[in-house]
């Protein structure tokens, strides 16, 4: 994104800046398109907005940590965002911008529980290293350092797996299983510290 570029106002797309009242109709223009589920309906929709108006991919996937264990499928969202514009003749000014994201729906779900899931604004990413920055960056870090501990578990998995294809008996081989175990250790500790300190305690 070049310098001279329109900017969100906030590092996480979800974070939305109020918009303005003469934007009110794009707010229902989109609402009215909760999921786009193929071409032809994200064509429908863009049809239905400014051409001039500018367009943003969410980094992240989202998802319910309550649905973590359901069998899920990833659903497109478009949803309005607000985007300071400093280029504006009379300095920055706040303009509506389109952001496209990807939800995880439950295959299980209802019509009405689908778009009252894509449409929901306090998902956090799905991958555990942005969730943890996300729940830190919100002061909580229980949940932020339980993320951790399952990022830091993940690496030691991946660690193990590339002994699999090494001579087992090789000194990098053994390395790496020593490495492993050290993360795996500490993963241990931070999930218990994730257990036992209070969100009272992070004010």
């Known amino acids: 994104m070049s310098d001279d570029s329109p900017e969100t106002t906030s590092a996480a797309p979800w974070e939305r800046t109020p918009i303005p009242a003469e934007h009110q109709r794009l707010l229902a223009t ?6 786009v589920e193929n071409v032809g309906s994200l ?3 863009l049809a ?4 001039e108006m500018s367009l943003w991919l969410d980094e992240h996937a989202r998802e319910d940590p309550a649905n973590r264990m359901k ?3 990833l659903a497109v969202t478009p949803r309005i965002v607000g985007v300071s514009n400093s280029e504006g ?3 920055p000014s706040m303009e509506a911008g ?3 994201g990807i939800v995880h729906v439950p295959f299980n779900s209802s019509p009405d529980e689908r778009v009252a899931l894509a449409t929901r604004s306090d998902l956090p990413p799905d991958s555990a290293y942005a969730r943890a920055e996300h729940r830190m960056e919100l002061g909580q870090v229980p949940a932020a350092l339980g993320d951790l501990a399952s990022l830091l ?3 030691a998995g991946l660690l193990e797996g590339a002994t699999e ?3 087992r008996n090789s000194t990098d081989a053994e390395s790496l299983h020593v490495e492993a175990s050290r993360i795996n250790q500490a993963a241990a500790r931070i999930g218990q510290a994730a257990k036992t300190i209070r969100e009272e305690d992070c004010g």
């Not at 989109?30 to 999921?35: G, K, R, Y």
């Not at 239905?48 to 051409?51: A, E, Q, R, T, V």
């Open 89 to 91: 003749p009379t300095g």
């Open 71 to 73: 069998q899920q499928f």
């Open 98 to 100: 389109l952001e496209l």
């Open 43 to 45: 064509a429908d929709l």
């Open 153 to 155: 578990r993940n690496v």
């Open 30 to 35: 989109v609402a009215a398109h909760p999921v």
């Open 165 to 167: 294809w090494m001579d």
């Open 48 to 51: 239905k907005l400014p051409p």
